[in-house]
């Protein structure tokens, strides 16, 4: 059976096209455009209709996609952009009007899912950590084999991070003060002792990308890689004095609109780091609309 399954995030809207055989998974064709659904969110309290517009114009153009590799089932979901938005509704009938149903999960529903993506695929030993990086929310996701046993959502992201502590670009000195002394203080209360940690999200595969040279994106040069903490402050030491433009213009490995809010998402792997006493992470490119089709897989049992 050929499935899909779309994310439809607070930054950016990604597909994953795959063929199910029993328990074997196949990935055909991976799809990611960002968006930046989440824009402007946090002050107005609704999705932006410019913003709307363009993830209803991806959609439209997964759905065809879909239809051209001979998709038998898809399946969507919306994260904290659609918990959150005053209009989310009104964004859901549209995408409706496309021929897509969104399930919106909870922020336990989508750290579980990104567990279960991270344990089947790289089947992490021991007692591990899951740090699911998103626009406008992070899970972090605490268990072993394919059991997640804990799921704490915290409500900020590479989007609304920057929005909010990254006012400069680049950014003054005090404004990155500031923006990791709130993580401390965030993530503070979750340290405990943790066998491993898998970070998720694009902003640790992008700089997976950096550190290895991949260009263009090859998700099987990706997964299951490892950074230490010394390589990833580098990459922030080196982002942290460039315009958001040079950012991209000068590393083809970071998209334009990447460009703009990557530097909140390493600030945050380096305090996880921190938090967790750990000197490195493995990065994971299979998060949630993978632990989609193994949900599926584990459904037809």
Do not use: C
């Amino acid at each position: 059976m050929r499935v899909a399954t779309v994310d439809v995030g607070s930054y950016s809207v990604r597909m994953t096209v795959a063929k199910v055989e029993g328990r074997n998974i196949e990935i055909l064709k991976e799809f990611g455009r960002i968006t930046s659904l989440a824009s402007s969110l946090k002050e107005t309290g609704v999705l932006r209709e410019d913003r709307i517009e363009e993830t209803l114009k991806v959609l439209e153009e997964y759905l065809e996609e879909a239809r051209k590799l001979g998709v038998e089932k898809i399946v969507a979901v919306g994260t904290e952009a659609l918990r959150r938005a005053k209009n989310s509704e009104d964004f859901i009938r549209r995408v409706r009007r496309l021929g897509l149903e969104i399930e919106v999960l909870t922020p336990e529903e989508e750290g579980r899912l990104s567990f279960l993506a991270v344990a089947y695929s790289l089947r992490p030993k021991g007692y591990f950590l899951v740090v699911d990086q998103g626009g406008g929310s992070t899970e972090f996701v605490f268990g072993r084999d394919t059991r997640p046993e804990e799921v704490v959502s915290l409500p900020f992201g590479i989007v609304n991070l920057t929005e909010t502590f990254l006012k400069t670009d680049p950014p003054l000195e005090e404004e990155v003060k500031k923006l990791l002394s709130f993580l401390e203080e965030k993530l503070r209360p979750l340290g405990r002792k943790v066998d491993g940690i898998v970070g998720l999200g694009g902003t640790i595969t992008t700089l997976v990308s950096l550190e290895k040279g991949v260009y263009p994106y090859d998700p099987k040069k990706v997964h299951g890689e490892t950074l230490k903490r010394s390589q990833i402050e580098r990459w922030f030491e080196k982002l942290r004095v460039l315009p958001a433009r040079e950012r991209s213009r000068r590393f083809p490995q970071v998209e334009d609109r990447r460009a703009e809010v990557i530097l909140s998402g390493v600030a945050m792997f380096l305090k996880v780091l921190d938090v967790f006493g750990k000197e490195s992470l493995r990065v994971s490119d299979w998060g949630l609309k993978h632990g989609l089709i193994v949900r599926i897989i584990l459904d037809q049992k």
